[in-house]
């Protein structure tokens, strides 16, 4: 089914974020329609989500499950400064945390990077691409998708791993409610001025603190403790042989040793 988009305006309230809302029934992947948004000098905040995605795309070039009627596929532009750039992988995490709890979800847990979790499946998952002029920033494509009525063990691909807010809260949740209450929340920790607040809100959900995991990047893996976060949200990783090391939040698997 279509989503009500009159319902969800009515419940935004916002200034910038998702006020031009682009709704598509069904698209490849809303990150290519929002990128193409942003080299087209759209302004921040125009949003693109879609009913159903025929291609859409995770991190490390992963498919995304996108199925028609259940679901949230959104794709918000920004156009972020150097320092609101980085924190960018803070702010999308705590703004799905928070419209999961506004529409009575169950508490969720994030999985660094930025992997947001519930009952121990992932319940979304954000994909950030960004656009430069020169060093400097001129667009960020937030890509959330986020699973509210899926029945994730009906695909064989993720049943293992997956989940959905009315999986685990056990009825169905509206669509609209969600996305009003994600994009506003994302607007304020976006707009947010103290960046350290921004930082230990997520931190103090960041199940991966304490863990021992295996971090893949570039090729090459490190195995160590998950000590703490920087300002970046970057992982910094105690090795065994005691040395520390600084892993910055992007092209990475993280993974807990079997
Ligand atoms: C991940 O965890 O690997 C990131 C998944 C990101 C999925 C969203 S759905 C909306 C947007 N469009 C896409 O094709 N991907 C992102």
Redesign the pocket.
Known sequence: MDLDLKRVHRQLSTRRIGRDLRYYPTIG???DVARALAEAGEAEGVTVVADE?TA????LG?T?V?PPGVNL???ILVRPTPATMKRLGMVAPLAVAEAVVAVGGPAVTFKWPN?VRAGGRKLS???IESGFAGNVPAYAVV???LNVNLDARRYPEIAEIATSIAQECGRTVSREDTLAALLTAFERYYDCPDGAAVRAAWRAQLETLGQEVDVTFGGRTEHGLAEDVDDDGALILRRTDGTRVVLPAGEVTLRRPS
């Open positions: 992947s809303t990150m995605q859409g795309r995770g991190r992963r995304w996108a596929y959104v794709s992997d998952g954000i994909l890509g959330i998708g």
